[in-house]
């Protein structure tokens, strides 16, 4: 996607083998380019969201292994970086895939070749990601499409929660992918865009994408979307997902399952962008197996923005002393999921459909689980 013109991606390696991403912390005030250079770097990048969203996040824990195994290739190296990458973030699926898809490649290597070979497995899932989004985008068009058609060429009216556009992945994004395609072929679309609290995902980050590619929305409080759907001004819910479980259950950014539960109220499809590595087959039950990240106090009791004189700074909108929960995640159960947007195609959110949807890549985890198979659980686009 383009930032004043120019095509970015959200991580990638330069001409002289550095590691950069955009850190995502300063948008929309600002755009700063970081390098990452040793695996500590990667681990704080992942854990305090300079870069955020289960792809993406997927994304940078491969090149942290790569950036590692160019310093020291050792089986010791290799076990230590999953364990300390792993860590940083315990929801999102993606972690772990990448992680485990970087040691299946690199373990059977001698060290010698481990620094190449890592470099070409993340530049892979980096190249795959981008794919995959622009699959789920073509699939989800149709779905707008048919909004369009139905509407006489009147706006399509999508709502949106968190931040699941190019931001989130290595490009393109999931929930936006369908948007960005729809644009591109001249169907009218409109985007309420979730504040997304706390940390404002969806104000800082989704409005600013969105903006900067001229597609019409509209800023509102997380509690609007309800509102919004109750007087039929809203068609259409996309939203991503940091982890599926094998049955259908979402799990995704704090507050989906409100947008969920108010739009099977008012009758307004609810769709998820789902791609196929934030699939966990080994977890059936959302509400019970899938751990919730807790993040610190802070962020519910103090906001980030820009000052009257441009300073970006931090305020503080509680009284002194005021306790606070921070659940990152909620679990919006399968039976209110409208349909799944996949990179194959769209299917229900069952059991039985996901299965039908990626045979392979379910046979593979079954037996990468079960230590009777070293097949690769990487997904064919």
């Keep these: 996607m383009r930032i004043n013109g120019t095509p970015y991606r959200t991580i990638w390696q330069d001409a002289d083998g550095m590691v950069r991403i955009i850190d995502q912390r300063w948008l929309p005030h600002e755009l700063r380019i970081v390098t990452l250079r040793e695996r500590s770097e990667f681990a704080t990048a992942i854990r305090d969201m300079w870069v955020r969203g289960a792809p993406l996040i997927g994304a940078t824990a491969a090149w942290g292994m790569a950036v590692q195994m160019a310093q020291d290739p050792s089986d010791r190296s290799l076990d230590e970086t999953w364990e300390v990458l792993h860590e940083t973030r315990p929801t999102a699926i993606n972690l772990r895939w990448a992680l485990d898809e970087m040691r299946r490649v690199l373990g059977p290597l001698p060290p010698s070749a481990r620094a190449a070979a890592a470099a070409a497995r993340a530049r892979g899932i980096c190249d795959e990601d981008v794919e995959i989004n622009r699959r789920i985008g073509q699939h989800g068009l149709a779905i707008i499409r048919e909004i369009s058609a139905r509407k006489g060429g009147a706006p399509v009216n999508i709502l949106t929660h968190c931040n699941a556009g190019w931001l989130a992945t290595v490009d393109w994004g999931t929930a936006t992918s369908p948007i960005y395609h729809a644009d591109a072929e001249g169907i009218a679309v409109h985007v309420f865009v979730d504040e997304t609290r706390p940390r404002n995902q969806g104000a800082q980050l ?6 900067s590619h001229g ?4 800023l ?13 001004e809203v068609d259409l819910v996309i939203v991503g997902t940091d982890r599926t479980t094998a049955r259908g259950d979402v799990c995704n950014k704090i507050g989906t399952y409100l947008k969920a539960l108010a739009a099977r109220a008012n009758g307004v499809p609810f769709y998820v ?6 699939i966990d087959w080994r977890v059936r039950d959302g509400l019970r197996e899938i751990p919730i990240e807790e993040r610190g106090a802070a962020e519910v009791t103090t906001v980030q923005g820009r000052a009257a004189d441009g300073a970006i700074i931090t305020v503080q909108i509680s ?8 659940p990152a995640f909620d679990v919006t159960p399968a039976e209110l999921v409208t349909g799944l947007v996949t990179e194959r195609g769209l299917c229900p959110a069952t059991e039985e459909d996901l299965a039908a949807m990626f045979p392979d890549l379910k046979a593979a985890a079954q037996d990468a689980g079960a230590g009777r198979s070293g097949r690769s659980a990487s997904p064919q686009v």
Aim: glycine letters at 10%; a negative charge.
């Design 273 to 278: 962008a789902l791609p196929s590595p934030t």
């Design 206 to 211: 989704t409005a600013w994408e969105l903006m």
């Design 220 to 232: 509102i409080v997380d509690n609007a979307g309800g509102h919004l759907m109750q007087h039929g």
């Design 319 to 326: 009284p002194d002393g005021t306790a606070a929960r921070n």
């Design 215 to 218: 597609i019409s929305h509209d």
